[in-house]
């Protein structure tokens, strides 16, 4: 795991944005990483479609598959775990529970980009629903598609999936895109932008 791509994800959710990175924090960082590694159960599922499902046609997808053959839908989990070493954690030091979650979120994208780089060379990055003023309730689709139940992930009335520390998405086949601000559908309403920064890893526009 490349840890120095990892910590400007952490800063990223910890919303230092435009603020100094100071030791004491990287040294919590690091330790609430070193926890982490021995509760983390990654865990991964996906199907390949060669059509589009049907609620894939609208916006923004439409969009965002324009130009692929296939498309991914996939799930992902850091297990029950996390979840429950998180909340611990906030009933008696509030501090490290939160910089613990910064950390699980980070790890969970991280651990699903690399998972992904082995899934084929043409890909889109990961779309989820609730992205791109898409309907977050088309997690649902997602689930009676893929089942990702059989990985331990539930998915309640809210469309909140158990664990939390969990994502599913959906991922063209066919044509290669990063995540970048040029590329990104958020771009005129990105609160990461007006404050100068990112929301991603990469450092490629």
Same mark, same amino acid.
């Given at each position: ?25 990287? #040294?919590?960082? !690091? &330790? %609430?990483? +070193? ?8 865990? $991964? ?52 529970? #939160?910089?613990? !979650? &910064? %950390?699980? +979120? ?8 690399? $998972? ?90």
């Amino acid at each position: 795991m490349d840890f120095s791509e990892l910590k400007k994800r952490i800063y990223s959710y910890l919303g230092f944005h435009g603020v100094a990175e100071s030791p004491e924090t990287d #040294a919590l960082i !690091d &330790s %609430c990483l +070193s926890e982490l590694r021995g509760i983390i159960q990654f865990r $991964y599922t996906y199907r390949i479609f060669d059509e589009l499902p049907g609620f894939l046609k609208k916006e923004p997808y439409a969009e965002f598959l324009s130009g692929c053959n296939r498309v991914i839908l996939s799930a992902m989990t850091l297990g029950a775990g996390v979840d429950i070493k998180i909340n611990r954690l906030s009933r008696t030091d509030v501090a490290r529970s #939160a910089v613990l !979650d &910064s %950390c699980a +979120s980070a790890s969970l994208e991280y651990l699903s980009d690399e $998972y992904e780089r082995g899934l084929g060379e043409k890909l889109t990055y990961r779309f989820c629903p609730g992205y791109g003023g898409s309907p977050l309730e088309d997690v649902r689709e997602i689930f009676e598609l893929i089942r990702p139940e059989k990985i331990g992930i539930t998915l309640n009335e809210n469309c909140f999936m158990l664990p939390a520390k969990s994502m599913a998405g959906v991922i063209g086949v066919g044509k290669e895109t990063k995540k970048s601000c040029g590329q990104c559908i958020m771009l005129g309403s990105c609160r990461f932008r007006e404050e100068g920064t990112r929301c991603y890893g990469s450092e490629r526009e």
